[in-house]
């Protein structure tokens, strides 16, 4: 149990350090330091805020992590987070699913949505192929995507991956193994899009000019 300083936590005798938390606070700062973004100030500043600031916070906090933690699985289509079998986006009647915007990861997919840009259908990789550090193409979200074109539900694959070598990498292999003999058509944006950038850092703007000039990948 975390309990204040009868002084103060501000007060320069009890100010938080390494040897003067407790071991819950510090385990505490040592998860939150885990997640993106997040450095040693920071996630001493989130712990304050949850156990000092605003403790009223904290069980709303807790709450929707275990709700979400529970709730939130992988469409069984597409790999975008869902609530059930299938997506929101797979399940939108008004989406042509035919066109397939190929991702690398849901931040990706969130954006191009944000932008307003492309009103079809998605799969998300989480991730693309790296030798380097070991990612190959069984640990990316790639058989759904190859039973989806082979049940010739898919007219054409846009590769919205980033422009960088595992992205071109992992869009050569797309090409060679799902798309072989099959008539389909594969392009792959990049309009706009900085070299060894990604989707996820590009605006509104950029992203819809990227997706309408998408030209024919070979
Ligand atoms: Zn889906």
Redesign the pocket.
């Known amino acids: 149990m975390i309990v204040r300083c009868r002084r103060s936590l501000r007060h320069s005798k009890c100010r938080v350090s390494s040897e003067r938390v407790t071991t819950a606070f510090e385990k505490l700062q040592q998860a939150l330091r885990k997640l993106p973004g997040v450095g040693y100030r920071s996630s001493e500043r989130i712990a304050l805020h949850l156990l000092v600031g605003k403790p009223e916070q904290l069980p709303t906090l807790i709450a929707a992590l275990e709700v979400a933690s529970a709730k939130i699985k992988r469409?069984s289509?597409?790999g975008?987070l869902?609530e059930g079998p299938?997506?929101p986006?797979?399940m939108d009647p008004k989406r042509d699913g035919r066109s397939v915007c190929v991702v690398e990861n849901v931040s990706d997919l969130v954006a191009i949505e944000r932008s307003g840009s492309w009103r079809c259908g998605y799969h998300v990789l989480h991730g693309k192929l790296s030798p380097l550090h070991g990612v190959g193409p069984e640990d990316l979200n790639i058989s759904s995507l190859l039973e989806r074109v082979r049940s010739g539900e898919v007219d054409e694959l846009v590769l919205a991956l980033s422009n960088d070598v595992e992205g071109e990498a992992t869009c050569h292999y797309l090409q060679e193994h799902l798309t072989a003999g099959k008539k389909i058509r594969v392009t792959r944006i990049g309009f706009g899009i900085p070299s060894g950038g990604g989707v996820l850092y590009a605006d509104s703007v950029t992203l819809k000019s990227a997706l309408d000039g998408r030209r024919d990948f070979n």
């Open positions: 469409c289509r597409c975008n869902s299938l997506c986006i797979c």
